[in-house]
């Protein structure tokens, strides 16, 4: 069990002590029970913005022990503009990756996750709307979300995805049991870029990675911008990270390589 889901369940039991001894002896000072409250409510933030945690969901950030190569990873897309540009850059270092790809862009471009599905990649979910606050939204609302995003990808690629990362990588429990129940594994990340954010550097965003490079890791790069409104430094960034998995003698894989090797447990 991850320590932050061992955290808030030690917490909550703690609150609920609090409440017992309230009603069964004396209240607590408001102080005590303010200082609870709002610690209780950062625990439960802290799990609901970082996906890595594992708060809430089981969440696999990098390849089970022994595992080799790097898994390359891509959100937002697919891009028309983009997308093509990263699969050519692919191809030519002979590195498989992961697209995580929003629903309804999908609907709009079915060719490209048709190419890249016919390039070896493996096609996964990134939710259909892609919804800023997907993770404060009914389980009703979250399912339907999701199953017209497995629909959509299956309709065009033939398989059935198994993969899923949340919108800006944020859960809550209701995440969790929709997730549970298409047994969909959540995918999260060992090295990140922070190459989605408008005006970010290629230069700073190769060197933020490139340092994270080795077996095993999960690396977080988008070939689209969220709204399409600018471009993404990631494909620009994206030559010195494949020039660096050589220079380290690192094979680029799918991430569901990994999963039937243990990595469900990472």
């Known amino acids: 069990m991850p320590f932050a889901r061992a955290l808030l369940y030690a917490a909550s039991l703690g ?3 609090l409440v017992a001894r309230s009603l069964l002896v004396a209240p607590v000072p408001m102080a005590v ?6 610690g209780y409510l950062a625990l439960v933030l802290c799990g609901v913005f970082f996906l890595g945690l594992g708060m809430f969901v089981d969440v696999v950030k990098r390849g089970p022990p022994g595992a080799r190569g790097v898994a390359l990873t891509f959100d937002d897309g697919p891009s028309p503009e983009h997308t093509p540009a990263v699969l050519a850059l692919l191809d030519e270092a002979c590195v498989k990756a992961t697209f995580f790809v929003i629903g309804r862009k999908a609907e709009a471009h079915p060719e490209l996750v048709r190419e890249i599905a016919a390039r070896g990649h493996a096609v ?19 399912e339907r979300d999701l199953r017209q995003n497995l629909d959509v990808i299956e309709r ?6 198994t993969l899923f990362r949340p919108p800006v990588g ?8 929709v997730v549970d129940a298409l047994d969909l594994d959540v995918i999260g990340w060992s090295a ?4 989605g954010l ?3 550097d290629p230069g700073r965003v190769a060197a933020r990675i490139i340092p994270g490079l080795r077996d095993g890791a999960i690396v977080l790069l988008h070939d689209a911008a969220e709204r399409d409104d600018h471009a993404p430094a990631g494909p620009l960034a994206l030559p010195r990270i494949l020039a660096a998995m050589e220079k380290r003698n690192l094979v680029g894989v799918r991430v569901d390589a990994w999963l039937d090797d243990g990595a469900r447990d990472a």
């Open 198 to 200: 408008a005006g970010a």
């Open 156 to 161: 065009i690629t033939g398989a059935r995805p």
């Open 192 to 195: 990140r870029g922070f190459d």
């Open 124 to 142: 996964a979910l990134h939710s259909h709307a892609h919804d800023r606050l997907f993770s404060l939204r009914s389980a009703r609302r979250v």
């Open 15 to 17: 609150a609920l002590a």
């Open 33 to 38: 029970a303010g200082a609870a409250i709002a």
């Open 170 to 177: 944020h859960t809550s429990p209701r995440i969790a049991r």
